[in-house]
């Protein structure tokens, strides 16, 4: 792939073109801070936002989409029948615009749990009439970010195009075929020259200073130091501050359990299969028939959350179930945060946590 130079001042033009082809999605300013939403004009782009409310993700996975539709009914020879078809929406070809890296780590997992195994028709159907436009990340969203210690501070090759702001320009970086086509077919730009490509590499390196680590441990620690305080008291503390309100796996752009319901119409024949987004730090996520619930204490289920964002999904998925992105601590009420949790893990347990050493 290529990288281009745009000009700033023809950034609206490009985001004016793009509307005419494609529904695109960007952050905006709002009056509780700053959201996706769709751009009717290139005034209302913010791409120097600190963060926003929620991750993108609910432009490939949304809050509520129905799976199927059903029909009951009967024979001629009087046995019940029922007829299922899935029920695909209209899907827009969608542009979304201005997504941070550790949102683009958050979509690359989305894109492995959904596609691997068990292919979610659903899901890529949207993925594949989506484009990711990336920018670059120079400065911390705010404190509560520690997108550096948990690595996703550089992008990952999910996006189509990503942006680089360097002085009165942005060098976009072409990460797929598709990309490039949807670059040049909608705005005038030249490819960088050896000039431009050295005062980008300057840029890139003089990002790093300005983010801090906040964790006391690698990355590469953080599963090996879950394993060894499961049974840690700090699991009970945290219970008896949590609310079990949910709020953080809501914003959170790693999280994706959710639950299915069956909704009958009126006339008790016809009906929808249906999945909305769900939490598994709510009561009823883990109850089961019998009134049975596997993690009926909130205790259980924060340790159950940190255990999915710190080892759970790095042992199935092979990366990161937490981006550093620091919604989570920004939505919770009681100030539970992720690294808040881990130093004090770290700090309860002082032992080797080099995986080498099989500790």
Not at 115 to 122: A, F, I, N, P, Q
Not at 203 to 229: G, V
Not at 315 to 332: E, F, N
């Amino acid at each position: 792939m290529s990288l281009y130079i745009l000009p700033k001042e023809r950034l609206p033009g490009f985001v004016d073109n793009l509307r005419a082809g494609f529904r695109v999605v960007g952050p905006v300013r709002t009056e509780t801070g700053f959201a996706f939403d769709t751009i009717h004009s290139a005034d209302e782009l913010a791409l120097d936002y600190p963060t926003t409310i929620l991750p993108p993700k609910k432009y490939l996975l949304p809050q509520r989409e129905t799976l199927f539709t059903f029909h009951t009914g009967t024979s001629e020879q009087g046995a019940r029948q029922i007829d299922v078809q899935p029920a695909f929406e209209d899907v827009q070809p969608t542009v979304i615009l201005g997504v941070h890296t550790c949102d683009m780590h958050g979509i690359m997992l989305y894109d492995k749990v959904f596609t691997e195994g068990y292919r979610d028709e659903h899901y890529i159907a949207r993925r594949e009439q989506t484009y990711i436009v990336g920018i670059e990340c120079l400065r911390p969203c705010d404190e509560a970010s520690f997108c550096k210690d948990m690595g996703t501070l550089t992008a990952p090759p999910v996006y189509d195009l990503h942006m680089t702001a360097v002085d009165g320009m942005y060098l976009i970086d072409t990460g797929t075929e598709k990309g490039e086509r949807l670059l040049l077919s909608n705005v005038e730009v030249h490819l960088a020259t050896t000039e431009d490509i050295r005062r980008l590499s300057q840029t890139l390196s003089a990002k790093w200073p300005h983010f801090r680590h906040r964790l006391k441990m690698t990355k590469d620690q953080i599963p090996s130091l879950m394993t060894i305080n499961y049974g840690s008291n700090i699991w009970d503390t945290l219970g008896e501050r949590c609310l079990a309100c949910g709020s953080c796996t809501n914003v959170c752009p790693t999280c994706f359990c959710f639950d299915v319901q069956d909704e009958m119409d009126l006339n008790m024949s016809e009906g929808q299969r249906s999945r909305i987004w769900d939490s598994c730090q709510l009561h009823e996520f883990a109850l089961v028939a019998g009134g049975h619930n596997f993690r009926g204490s909130k205790a259980s289920r924060v340790r159950h959350r940190m255990m999915r964002k710190g080892k759970y999904i790095q042992q199935v998925h092979s990366l990161t179930g937490c981006t550093g992105c620091g919604r989570c601590q920004r939505a919770c009420l009681v100030d539970i945060t992720i690294p808040g949790t881990l130093n004090a893990l770290y700090d309860e347990m002082q032992i080797d946590l080099n995986p080498a050493t099989g500790a």
